[in-house]
């Protein structure tokens, strides 16, 4: 669960992650072919390795038309290796925003006032069980695996924030309800995987610097919620994002991968910016 913020905010906030009511259609956009690899990636954030490698050039629509973020299209390329799924995720972006919500000292106030940085992220999310839709407001109820990754808090622990997304129609405890399309109730769940906290909050009583970090990054950080590793680098306006994860990790918090199948999902890219200002793709379908 995200630590900083209230459950109902955080599970608001991230169910705009990869839904919006603009998203009233399940289409199938396009496939993402996943072929075996000749080499096992470095997870460094290069895309020097997967020169040759297909790729495929996934739209992205925005969720607000007065949305700043505004990444049109982000490139995936995708394979395996051995027992691993690896990906390399590229988005242009004119700005490298690696913070997030640090706290400024005020002068006047004397304490120190969150600032309005907001780190650039992505999410990929896969079906676990159920009907899968990118529309969490469709009624549809579903499980889905979540890679969370952050410029901020999880790029500098080298993961992704492995997560789980729970809809359901049934109560949940501790869940956020909300109201489908069609009117009726559903309940959403968005806890992290079990193991360590990536990260933690810290405050600031007295005057340090100008600018104090507002998250404090566990050190090698264990369990499932560290599962899927990634480093994302940017350089001449893009990121290069390299993740890896094995096919099949034995946690019950995360979803199966294997040859020959096809899994449902969606990708969404946040442009330094919050709740539901994003940048999403339509229902994809990942092809082993």
Known sequence: MIQDRSFKHAVKTDMFILSSALLASNAYAQTITINELSFTPTIDGSAAEWQSVDSSSVP??????????????VTVKAG???NLVCFL?????????????????????????????????????????????????SGNTFKADTWHWKAARSNPAGVAHDKM?????????????????????IYIKRPSDQGDKLYTTKRYATKKQETMPKYIMTENPQGSV???????????????????????????????????????????????????????????????
């Open 89 to 137: 995720l590229q988005w242009d972006d004119s700005s490298k925003d690696n913070q997030h919500k640090p706290f400024v000292w005020d002068q006047d106030k004397g304490k120190y006032v969150v600032g309005p940085q907001r780190e650039d992220r992505i999410t990929i999310q896969f079906v676990m069980e159920g009907e899968y839709t990118s529309n969490w407001l």
């Open 80 to 82: 395996t290796s051995g």
């Open 60 to 73: 992205l629509s925005k969720t607000r038309a007065d949305g700043k973020s505004d990444i049109a299209t």
């Open 165 to 185: 997304t729970i809809i359901s129609n049934e109560p949940i405890k501790k869940a956020y309800k909300g109201t489908a399309e069609d009117g009726s109730t």
């Open 226 to 288: 560290a599962d899927v590793k990634a480093s994302g680098a940017w350089k001449n306006g893009a990121w290069a994002l390299e993740t890896c994860r094995k096919l099949n990790t034995g946690n019950p918090d995360d979803v199966v991968f294997s040859k020959g199948n096809a899994v449902k999902g969606a990708i969404a890219v946040f442009n330094h910016s919050g709740d539901d200002d994003h940048n999403h793709s339509d229902t994809l379908t990942f092809q082993f």
